[in-house]
């Protein structure tokens, strides 16, 4: 079998900033609250050993965005990871987590990243392992 999984608490910003890292912790509570884990993909090795996998092995997939890889930065960093995060805007409000104000410095921060001085880095993990048939 083969997992794919990413990991939000992997996500590296230049320049750092707490209003970014707040919109994406809100999306990581979320992900929590309904039962999801933002951060699984640090956990697959376990998740795999414990369900009974053997020979499991787990490679990090990062992706770096800067001004050197430029289809990446509207392709990855707007489109898929702003995008994702963006996507918990009103459920981080309902669930008191965050407010207009600070939600909308948290994008323009996450966009920053975009800009030719800033990189963003997250991580995917792909997790291979086998289990025997019975």
């Known amino acids: 079998m083969t997992v794919i999984e990413g990991d939000h608490g992997s996500v590296i910003f230049h320049p750092e900033s707490p209003a970014a890292r707040h919109v994406v912790d809100?999306?990581?509570e979320l992900q929590h609250q309904s039962g999801g884990d933002g951060n699984i993909g640090r956990r697959l090795y376990p998740m795999l050993t414990d369900a009974g996998f053997s020979r499991v092995t787990v490679t990090p997939a990062p992706?770096?965005?800067?001004?050197?890889?430029?289809?990446?930065v509207?392709?990855?960093?707007?489109?898929?990871?702003?995008?994702?995060?963006?996507?918990?805007?009103?459920?981080?409000?309902?669930?008191?987590?965050?407010?207009p104000v600070r939600w909308k410095a948290g994008i323009a921060a996450l966009?920053?990243?975009?800009?030719?001085?800033?990189t963003l880095y997250y991580s995917f993990f792909k997790a291979n392992a086998i289990k025997k048939r019975r």
């Open 26 to 28: 809100c999306l990581i």
């Open 63 to 72: 992706v770096s965005v800067d001004a050197g890889h430029p289809e990446l």
């Open 74 to 99: 509207e392709g990855f960093t707007e489109k898929i990871f702003i995008a994702m995060v963006e996507a918990s805007r009103e459920a981080a409000f309902r669930a008191g987590l965050s407010d």
């Open 111 to 118: 966009r920053r990243t975009k800009e030719p001085d800033g």
